[in-house]
């Protein structure tokens, strides 16, 4: 059953996008809505959003995920992830569930 909801979600935040700014309610609304934003725009172009969200990864985690994808990113697309990207994606992903083993 957690299976199938993470998968759901993942489906609804790749094709909603900003859906998931509400889930943001410690003060991280606009970074998160500038995330969501960040990870489609960015994110997408080497694999589906949902892949995301399949993972189990903490704000350290997402970090350190999010630097090396970044980097790649660069080294594909010869273009680099704006730093205050990278951050806005991390809380993004945080905020909005790409689950955490709390849940």
Known sequence: MKTWM???VGLLVASTGDAWTARADDGRAEA???GARAFQ?????C???AKAFRAAKG???WRRTVLRMAERY?????E????GDQTAIRDYLVAA????QEW
Not at 41 to 45: G, I
Not at 74 to 78: A, E, K, N, S, T
Not at 97 to 100: A, L, M, N
Request: overall charge positive; aromatic content about 6%; charged content about 25%.
């Open 6 to 8: 993470v998968f759901a």
């Open 97 to 100: 569930g790409g689950p955490t």
């Open 80 to 83: 680099e992830v704006l730093p």
């Open 47 to 49: 694999h589906p959003g």
């Open 41 to 45: 725009a960015l994110c997408t172009h």
């Open 59 to 61: 704000r350290e985690g």
């Open 32 to 34: 998160s809505g500038r």
């Open 74 to 78: 660069r080294r594909v697309f010869d």
